[in-house]
């Protein structure tokens, strides 16, 4: 068995009217949120299907289908305490993880340390493991235009029987 792997996520969700805007598990001023069966945070959705797929266990849709309505409206920061609980019962632990959103507004520098705090706490890991930027498409494509946000996600699982990295 490997002892470090690598996953990659990416999410996208539709910016409506209505609807609080959640990043990082932190809720944005902002006049438009993101549109989904949960709270729609791109971010954090990106992050799990990243720790899901290093771990080689799926995607956030099998583990959390938007047909249950179990899940309607739920914090995506509940669904990332039962993805790092799913990596922790096959053996690992999230090594580190880098999340960029892609999006032309709002400016998100002020909530980032935020976001990393609460990611980092719901991760089991310090804020130093946990990176987040975000960049705007420079008014092309749908995130430029204001109609979505998008977001990527890279992270490391490490095998839980390696002694605790330091950060």
């Known amino acids: 068995?490997?002892?470090?792997?690598?996953?990659?996520?990416?999410?996208?969700?539709?910016?409506?009217?209505?609807?609080?805007?959640?990043?990082?598990?932190?809720?944005?001023?902002?006049?438009?949120?993101?549109?989904?069966h949960s709270d729609a945070d791109v971010m954090i959705h990106a992050l799990c299907d990243a720790i899901l797929g290093a771990a080689a266990l799926g995607d956030i849709g099998r583990h959390f289908p938007d047909t249950d309505p179990s899940y309607a409206g739920i914090s995506s920061i509940r669904l990332l305490r039962e993805v790092i609980a799913k990596i922790a019962s096959s053996g690992w632990r999230l090594g580190n993880a880098d999340i960029t959103l892609v999006a032309q507004a709002p400016k998100i520098g002020p909530f980032i340390d935020e976001m990393r705090k609460g990611i980092s706490e719901t991760c089991r890991v310090s804020s130093g493991k946990v990176n987040?930027?975000?960049?705007?498409?420079?008014?092309l494509g749908f995130t430029g235009i204001?109609?979505?946000?998008?977001?990527?996600?890279?992270?490391?699982i490490i095998d839980s029987s390696m002694a605790p990295v330091r950060s």
């Open 146 to 156: 204001g109609e979505a946000m998008a977001s990527y996600a890279v992270v490391t």
């Open 132 to 139: 987040i930027k975000a960049t705007t498409t420079e008014g």
């Open 1 to 36: 068995m490997s002892t470090v792997r690598i996953g990659f996520g990416y999410d996208v969700h539709r910016l409506v009217e209505g609807r609080p805007l959640i990043l990082g598990g932190v809720e944005i001023p902002y006049p438009y949120g993101l549109l989904g």
